[in-house]
């Protein structure tokens, strides 16, 4: 199909690891993004892998890429409560400029 | 650098009424992206420019939506007229073309449409 697939809602404790997790569509898609999104502002680029890479590390991040299953995940490393926010993946499928995005994932940091 | 510059941040019109939500992309960047953020759709693209030409429109939702890039460094958004449904908050961003670049967000145009 056409969607990029991500679940809802994601809850941690401050401290613990985050994992966000979605599912793209294109198996040639050249490169695979994450976007941040905090409350009444923009979408903020967090990261972003190459589709010849399985994994990326920047900082406390951690991105992950599986080609064969088509499955993208985000490693938050001791999560913070400014990390509270939604998270969207977003897949730039070959020969096009525009972006698909996925429904994004709020996560909600508990102190 | 400034960044994606969108005017206004927020807008309450009527029905009815015409809208037109104004962006300024970053210098040198030669993409440009509108988008349309609702709780029960996300984020749909509406229109995007290559070089300030549309290249795809087709989420445009209807006749009403116009938008237009008359040079490098402006596009406008306009709805004529308004319904309530159109309210959202539109956003703009923009891209060096190619495959490695990622868009950069302006902060949104929060409309009501009462």
């Known amino acids: 199909g056409e969607d990029v697939e991500q679940s809802l809602f994601l809850s941690v404790r401050e401290g613990d690891s985050s994992v966000i997790n979605c599912t793209y569509t294109?198996?040639?898609?050249?490169?695979l993004y994450w976007y941040k999104q905090e409350p009444g502002a923009g979408l903020q680029l967090l990261t972003y892998i190459f589709s010849n890479m399985d994994m990326k590390q920047d900082q406390r991040l951690t991105v992950l890429l599986n080609k064969k299953d088509k499955h993208l995940s985000l490693r938050i490393a001791d999560t913070q409560t400014g990390d509270s926010a939604i998270y969207f993946c977003?897949?730039?499928?070959?020969?096009?400029?525009?972006?698909?995005f996925g429904s994004g994932t709020k996560l909600n940091v508990k102190p | 650098d400034a960044g994606v510059i969108q005017s206004p941040r927020h807008e309450v019109t009527e029905m009815g009424q015409e809208v037109t939500l104004r962006c300024k992309p970053i210098s040198g960047h030669n993409s440009l992206f509108w988008y349309r953020q609702t709780m029960m759709r996300g984020l749909e693209l509406l229109i995007y420019f290559n070089n300030n030409v549309p290249i795809d429109d087709s989420g445009m939702p209807e006749d009403r939506f116009s938008a237009k890039m008359p040079n490098a460094s402006f596009s406008t958004l306009k709805i004529q007229p308004s319904e309530p449904r159109d309210s959202a908050v539109y956003f703009c961003?923009?891209?060096?073309?190619?495959?490695?670049?990622?868009?950069?967000f302006g902060s949104g145009t929060r409309l009501t449409v009462v």
């Open positions: 961003a923009s891209s060096p073309t190619g495959p490695n670049y990622g868009y950069t």
């Open positions: 294109d198996s040639s898609s050249t490169y």
């Open positions: 977003a897949e730039r499928r070959y020969n096009f400029n525009k972006f698909y």
